[in-house]
């Protein structure tokens, strides 16, 4: 009896150390009109406890291993079960030898419709479609891995991005918006299609050189990690000149935008006017940023 009670404990402790993600999530249903209405705090809580309870992986994740992040979901119009809403998804990881963390992943879902009666089970199948609302949160907590994956190892994030293209696939029997080539260039079909093609294989080198041999060498020799860092910056040039001004493109500076106009207005120095070269061809979206690197 001693013995069992001994296994029970040990399997329980790996059990509470399971879960992946220690997420923020918030239901705002400010535009409705109706905000305080219990069913949006019920939603809200159901949703919290889902994302931060699955065991998204077959891995043992301790507490301070967990994947910061947050999703906030805009609700803009319901009827009954069906509701109409965006949500918007950020990621972090954290820097080596550091406080700082830096963002991975920053996407507003603008394609969200889903059908939803109070209390009801969530339950995510990886293999088969249960509803718009589990698919899409699944969707993007596979691409919350994925990225922070491939941020600490040269591809790392394969098992996930994989994951989310199944996720994709079975998702498209639902006719909801956003699963399919027609959704158009900004949707989870385009985000997880481009990751995938050898169009934009690039990105990947770039997620896992400007963090692991950028970022994290930044606290034992910075003007290394700066030089890793504007080398890794270089490598969208390729991709840009095949397609220039790309969804994978835009979502990378709409994370790291602010970071890499910090990083570079402070010292060491290197050089910035290559830097600023690069940054002007593949991100003009954000040219007013880089008019602000003047170290």
Same mark, same amino acid.
């Given at each position: 009896? $001693? ?5 029970? @404990?040990?399997?329980? =402790?790996?059990? *509470? %150390? ?14 409705? *009109?109706?905000?305080?209405?219990p069913i ?25 291993? $967990?994947i910061n ?13 069906? %509701? ?6 950020? =990621?972090? +990881? ?6 700082f963390s830096?963002?991975?992943? &920053? ?6 419709? %889903? ?16 509803? &718009? ?20 190892? !040269?591809?790392? *994030?394969?098992?996930?991005? +994989? ?8 998702? !498209?029997? *639902? ?28 990105? $990947? ?13 930044? =606290? &034992? ?18 991709? &840009? ?10 979502? %990378? ?8 106009? !910090? ?8 050089? @910035? ?14 040219? =007013? ?7």
């Amino acid at each position: 009896m $001693r013995n069992f009670l001994v296994i029970l @404990i040990f399997f329980l =402790s790996i059990k *509470g %150390f399971s879960q992946e993600l220690n997420c923020s999530l918030v239901v705002n249903a400010e535009q409705t *009109g109706n905000e305080n209405f219990p069913i949006f705090k019920t939603l809200e809580k159901q949703l919290t406890e889902f994302v931060n309870n699955t065991k998204w992986t077959n891995k043992t994740v301790k507490p301070q291993e $967990r994947i910061n992040c947050s999703m906030i979901i805009n609700v803009s119009d319901y009827s009954g079960e069906n %509701f109409q809403a965006t949500l918007q998804v950020q =990621s972090g +990881r954290p820097v080596y030898g550091s406080s700082f963390s830096t963002p991975l992943y &920053n996407f507003n879902d603008k394609d969200f419709t %889903f059908r939803y009666l109070e209390f009801q089970n969530l339950i995510y199948n990886p293999s088969q479609f249960e509803s &718009n609302l589990v698919s899409v949160l699944a969707f993007h907590v596979y691409m919350i891995l994925a990225l922070d994956a491939d941020s600490f190892e !040269q591809n790392g *994030g394969d098992e996930y991005y +994989r994951q989310a293209q199944v996720i994709t696939n079975y998702s !498209q029997q *639902g006719n909801f918006k956003g699963w399919k080539v027609e959704d158009g260039l900004q949707s989870r079909f385009a985000l997880i299609d481009n990751v995938l093609s050898p169009t934009f294989k690039e990105y $990947r080198d770039v997620m896992y050189n400007y963090h692991r041999n950028g970022l994290d060498v930044m =606290s &034992n020799d910075v003007k290394a990690g700066k030089d890793e860092i504007a080398e890794s910056l270089k490598k969208f040039q390729a991709m &840009n000149s095949r397609r220039p001004n790309s969804f994978l493109l835009r979502t %990378f500076f709409d994370s790291k935008a602010d970071e890499i106009e !910090q990083i570079f207005t402070d010292g060491p120095s290197v050089n @910035i006017a290559a830097v600023k070269e690069t940054l002007q061809k593949v991100a003009p979206m954000h040219n =007013s940023k880089w008019q602000n690197i003047k170290y």
